[in-house]
């Protein structure tokens, strides 16, 4: 009977550990969505403010 309060012991440490392993790669895919989602409303925004100050520089030295 020692023995099986062994394996009961171990089976829930590994089952613990596995679900803690899951939470932190659940954790990770978030963190990495947001950073990806940062990084393209950065790149955005910048591209846009780009396109923005060369439409005016363009329109203000056209014409007369």
């Known amino acids: 009977m020692p023995n099986l309060s062994?394996?009961?012991?171990?089976?829930a440490?590994?089952?613990?550990f596995i679900l803690i392993g899951?939470?932190?790669?659940?954790?990770?895919f978030v963190r990495?969505?947001?950073i990806g989602i940062n990084y393209v409303k950065v790149n955005y925004l910048a591209k846009n403010?780009?396109?923005?100050e060369k439409?005016?520089?363009?329109?203000e030295t056209?014409?007369?």
């Open 49 to 52: 403010e780009e396109s923005k």
């Open 22 to 28: 899951f939470i932190a790669t659940g954790f990770v």
């Open 32 to 34: 990495l969505t947001i």
């Open 62 to 64: 056209k014409g007369f």
């Open 6 to 11: 062994e394996i009961d012991l171990g089976s």
């Open 13 to 16: 440490l590994l089952s613990i």
């Open 55 to 59: 439409n005016i520089t363009e329109s």
